[in-house]
C-alpha cells in the first residue's frame, strides 16, 4: 500500500534503539526522507549508515535541553522542513516501591519522558501548521493506561504524555498537523533483553523460561504469550504519519499483543 508520504522529511527521536531503527527503515521504504537523533553519536553515526541514503542528516542531542532542542530543530528543518515528528526518546527510570522513588527519580522520567515530547513539538509543529499538514506520533507505552506498581515513575511520565498527545491534537488536528499514539507492550528490545536476563540470573533459568515466566505471572493478559517485534510497531507508526490515517486524530494504537486488560484505553 502506498502511503502517500514519499518525499516527506520525517524527524525521529531514539533513533537508536531497535524501535527507532525499525521506523526509519520502514519510513525509508515508503520514500520518507530522515532526520535522526538520540543521545550517543558514534551509534547515531552508525544507525544513519545502516539505513542508508533515506537519512538526510543527523545530530546528537540531549533532549531535556531546550538549546539543543532548538538547535536540532533548526538543522533538520535546514533540510527542506520537517513533515513528520516521531518522538520515540525515553527512559525507563528507577524501580520499585512508588514511596521509596525519590523525588530526582521523578523528575528525570518525566524530564526526558514527558518533556522532551513537548519541547519537540513547541519547536516543530508551529511549521508544520504553517504548511497545512504535518504528523506527529508519541511511542507511549501500555503503562500508560495500565499502571505497574513497581515502575511508576515510568507510569506517570507515559500518561502525562498520551494526555498531552490528545491536547495536542483538540487545536492542530483541524489545522492539518494530526497528532496520535502508539503504545508498545514488552516488545524485544535492548531494554526487554536486560529486564529478562536479571530476571533469568534472579531465578536460574534460561532466558527463554524467564520470559515465559514473565509472560505468565505478570502479563496474563498478552495473549499472543511473546514479545512484540519492532517492525510491528514500525507499521503502526508508518500508517499514523501517511496520508492513509488522514481521519485519525488524538488516538492510542495499542501494539501489545492485548496486554492491556481494558475495552477502552
Not at 537508536?16 to 526522507?33: F, I, N, R
Not at 538543522?75 to 527542506?80: K, R, V
Not at 516501591?97 to 522532551?116: A, G, Q, R, Y
Not at 486524530?249 to 499483543?257: F, I, T, Y
Given at each position: 500500500?502506498?502511503?502517500?508520504?514519499?518525499?516527506?522529511?520525517?524527524?525521529?527521536?531514539?533513533?537508536?534503539?531497535g524501535l527507532g531503527m525499525a521506523?526509519?527503515?520502514?519510513?525509508?521504504?515508503?520514500?520518507?526522507?530522515?532526520?535522526?537523533?538520540?543521545?550517543?553519536?558514534?551509534?547515531?553515526?552508525?544507525?544513519?549508515?545502516?539505513?542508508?541514503?533515506?537519512?538526510?542528516?543527523?545530530?546528537?542531542?540531549?533532549?531535556?535541553?531546550?538549546?539543543?532542542?532548538?538547535?536540532?530543530?533548526?538543522?533538520?528543518?535546514?533540510?527542506?522542513?520537517?513533515?513528520?515528528?516521531?518522538?520515540?526518546?525515553?527512559?525507563?527510570?528507577?524501580?520499585?516501591?512508588?514511596?521509596?522513588?525519590?523525588?530526582?527519580?521523578?523528575?528525570?522520567?518525566?524530564?526526558?519522558?514527558?518533556?522532551?515530547?513537548?519541547?519537540?513539538?513547541?519547536?516543530?509543529?508551529?511549521?508544520?501548521?504553517?504548511?497545512?499538514?504535518?504528523?506527529?506520533?508519541?511511542?507511549?507505552?501500555?503503562?500508560?493506561?495500565?499502571?505497574?506498581?513497581?515502575?511508576?515513575?515510568?507510569?506517570?511520565?507515559?500518561?502525562?504524555?498520551?494526555?498531552?498527545?490528545?491536547?495536542?491534537?483538540?487545536?492542530?488536528?483541524?489545522?492539518?498537523?494530526?497528532?496520535?499514539?502508539?503504545?508498545?507492550?514488552?516488545?524485544?528490545?535492548?531494554?526487554?533483553?536486560?529486564?529478562?536476563?536479571?530476571?533469568?540470573?534472579?531465578?536460574?533459568?534460561?532466558?527463554?523460561?524467564?520470559?515465559?515466566?514473565?509472560?505468565?505471572?505478570?502479563?496474563?493478559?498478552?495473549?499472543?504469550?511473546?514479545?512484540?517485534?519492532?517492525?510491528?510497531?514500525?507499521?503502526?507508526?508508518?500508517?499514523?504519519?501517511?496520508?492513509?490515517?488522514?481521519?485519525?486524530?488524538?488516538?492510542?494504537?495499542?501494539?501489545?499483543?492485548?496486554?492491556?486488560?481494558?475495552?477502552?484505553?
Amino acid at each position: 500500500m502506498d502511503m502517500k508520504i514519499k518525499g516527506r522529511l520525517a524527524l525521529i527521536s531514539g533513533a537508536t534503539g531497535g524501535l527507532g531503527m525499525a521506523t526509519a527503515q520502514a519510513l525509508a521504504e515508503e520514500g520518507v526522507k530522515l532526520f535522526l537523533t538520540d543521545t550517543d553519536g558514534d551509534k547515531l553515526a552508525d544507525a544513519a549508515k545502516s539505513v542508508g541514503d533515506a537519512v538526510v542528516g543527523h545530530r546528537a542531542a540531549d533532549l531535556t535541553l531546550q538549546d539543543e532542542v532548538q538547535a536540532l530543530a533548526d538543522e533538520a528543518a535546514g533540510h527542506g522542513g520537517v513533515d513528520i515528528l516521531v518522538h520515540m526518546a525515553g527512559i525507563t527510570g528507577a524501580k520499585g516501591d512508588p514511596l521509596e522513588m525519590k523525588f530526582d527519580d521523578w523528575f528525570s522520567c518525566w524530564n526526558t519522558n514527558f518533556m522532551s515530547g513537548v519541547r519537540m513539538t513547541q519547536a516543530l509543529v508551529p511549521a508544520m501548521v504553517d504548511q497545512g499538514w504535518g504528523r506527529v506520533v508519541f511511542v507511549t507505552s501500555e503503562n500508560a493506561v495500565q499502571p505497574y506498581p513497581d515502575e511508576a515513575v515510568y507510569n506517570a511520565s507515559k500518561a502525562a504524555l498520551l494526555s498531552y498527545t490528545k491536547a495536542l491534537s483538540l487545536p492542530y488536528g483541524p489545522r492539518g498537523v494530526l497528532v496520535n499514539s502508539v503504545m508498545p507492550a514488552f516488545i524485544e528490545s535492548p531494554m526487554t533483553d536486560g529486564m529478562m536476563d536479571k530476571r533469568a540470573e534472579a531465578e536460574g533459568v534460561s532466558k527463554e523460561k524467564a520470559i515465559k515466566g514473565f509472560l505468565d505471572e505478570e502479563r496474563p493478559y498478552l495473549s499472543l504469550k511473546r514479545r512484540g517485534k519492532p517492525e510491528e510497531v514500525a507499521a503502526a507508526v508508518t500508517l499514523l504519519c501517511s496520508d492513509r490515517a488522514s481521519f485519525t486524530n488524538g488516538s492510542a494504537w495499542r501494539v501489545d499483543g492485548g496486554a492491556v486488560a481494558a475495552i477502552n484505553t
